[in-house]
């Protein structure tokens, strides 16, 4: 055989089987991709994506988009082809497996706190909209979950109002802890609850939970792990009283951050005024009761996401600025974005043709 032929051939079944080992071989990575995005003005399968009742919306034009981010399953796990693939891509991200989904969780746990999450930005979104608009949104400490053996277990129940602990009052979440863990291991506490049952009747009468309604509930204490803490096995939260209807459906999405574009959206829809007189908007952050945005993750993802879509500006958190502004798609405007009444005040410039005045993200 010609020198030259076999070496054509060992260079062939060389590749061959490199190709064979990366396609057989698996990493500890998975990927992260542009997801869908949703006009939160908009409807979403056929459905409004916010739905408002007992209270005058008014018409919107534009877009608010909210972004998601793409990821492999919990149970697939990348060969290295793939995972080369994916990093030498500009619109994928590839990062540890243990980064999306840690180890000391299954994927049905990582499933069930991205809902709870989700499901918390919603009522943030809620409440941090309403705020801006000046109206009043009464709030109480409730019971957030009970855990799955817990002392509290069949006595205390996720919706029910604490009003105190050992007959102290308690102003936020942390002081339900702060007195739980007062007792030693063992010992007995003493809870003023009003059942879930009578805050969800409160609330959709639009009225607040009675303290007529509140009920005495002694729950035992356990040790937790090595500090010896006293638990009860619940997750205080805190509720929200709101004076009207507003609903939140989007199916398929978890995670919180998409509780600023809900937010904004549920303000656009109570505003007489057009809030992005007619611009494509999307963003992305978390938002508290008090209108503070916050980090999310896969920045880079989100706005790829958005400007395929048609958005020409980019609502983004004040931490993800620096890391959105390495790699901005043309064409796309990065607001800085810290609070919910920094969010209205770009969109006024926005509206009002005064883009040069907006705070935009920078690499540095």
């Not at 459906?249 to 656009?268: E, H, Q």
Request: hydrophobic share 40%; aromatic share 4%; proline share 5%.
């Amino acid at each position: 055989m010609p020198r030259r032929t076999a070496t054509m051939l060992a260079s062939t079944l060389l590749l061959i089987a490199m190709l064979c080992a990366g396609l057989l071989i698996t990493v500890p990575y998975a990927e992260m991709s542009p997801g869908p995005t949703v006009n939160t003005l908009g409807e979403h399968d056929g459905e409004p994506v916010l739905n408002i009742k007992k209270h005058r919306t008014y018409e919107t034009s534009g877009h608010l988009n909210m972004t998601t981010v793409r990821v492999t399953a919990a149970d697939y796990r990348m060969n290295l082809l793939e995972a080369v693939g994916g990093w030498l891509r500009h619109d994928s991200a590839v990062v540890p497996h243990s980064t999306l989904y840690p180890e000391d969780k299954s994927a049905k746990e990582v499933d069930q706190q991205n809902a709870e999450e989700f499901s918390a930005s919603q009522e943030s979104a809620k409440v941090s909209a309403l705020r801006e608009l000046g109206i009043r949104v009464p709030s109480h400490i409730i019971v957030g979950s009970v855990v799955k053996g817990g002392a509290s277990e069949g006595k205390l129940h996720a919706g029910d109002v604490i009003r105190s602990v050992d007959g102290k009052a308690v102003k936020d979440p942390k002081g339900v802890a702060a007195l739980v863990t007062k007792h030693k291991p063992g010992a007995k506490v003493r809870f003023s609850i009003i059942p879930a049952a009578k805050v969800k009747a409160a609330e959709k009468a639009g009225k607040r939970p009675s303290a007529r309604d509140a009920r005495q509930i002694t729950v035992g204490t356990k040790k937790a792990g090595d500090d010896g803490r006293a638990i009860v096995g619940i997750q205080p939260a805190t509720g929200h009283t709101f004076p009207f209807d507003i609903d939140i459906k989007l199916a398929d999405v978890g995670g919180p951050s998409a509780g600023l574009m809900f937010s904004l959206g549920i303000v656009d829809k109570l505003t007489r005024e057009d809030l992005t007189g007619g611009s494509f908007i999307a963003g992305t952050g978390t938002i508290d009761d008090d209108g503070k945005v916050g980090a999310i993750g896969g920045i880079q993802m989100k706005t790829v996401a958005a400007r395929a879509k048609g958005a020409k500006y980019f609502l983004t958190p004040a931490a993800n600025c620096t890391a959105a502004a390495k790699d901005k798609p043309a064409g796309l405007t990065l607001v800085k974005t810290s609070t919910m009444h920094g969010a209205m005040g770009a969109l006024k410039k926005i509206r009002e043709h005064d883009t040069e005045a907006l705070p935009r993200c920078k690499a540095n």
